[in-house]
């Protein structure tokens, strides 16, 4: 069992940055990993996964070039970095482990069985 925590949200304006984190409790080096987000009335959409070792990440279209994933498996933790934040990225930011041991990025929400509680982020314009 994986218990996730994330961290880092918050209020701020237009172009600002936010650096989320998510530790975990066990270890997460076998496991490719994801956030996601869900504004309000709308489904939980994929932002951001990267692989078990770090070397392979994904992007949805609307943060690539702004949002950076990263992760220190020394620390069983994984890093948001978001830059230049729109209004649009208001919403609760998820971290989720991957189920199996796949080892690359995912999309689908299907695919993550360890969910965190939610951290807010709030851009206003």
């Known amino acids: 069992q994986v218990q996730l925590v994330e961290s880092g949200g918050g209020l701020v304006q237009a172009g600002d940055s936010l650096r989320l984190s998510c530790a975990a409790s066990g270890r997460t080096d076998s496991r490719s990993m994801g956030w996601f987000r869900q504004a309000p009335g709308k489904e939980r959409e994929f932002v951001a996964a990267?692989?078990?070792?770090?070397?392979?990440?994904d992007y949805a279209d609307s943060v690539k070039g702004r949002f950076t994933i990263s992760r220190d498996n020394s620390k069983n933790t994984v890093y948001l970095q978001m830059n230049v934040l729109e209004p649009e990225d208001t919403a609760v930011y998820y971290c989720a482990v991957l189920l199996s041991s796949y080892p690359y990025p995912s999309r689908r929400l299907r695919d993550y069985a360890y969910w965190g509680q939610g951290t807010q982020v709030t851009v206003s314009s």
């Open positions: 990267i692989s078990r070792g770090g070397g392979a990440t």
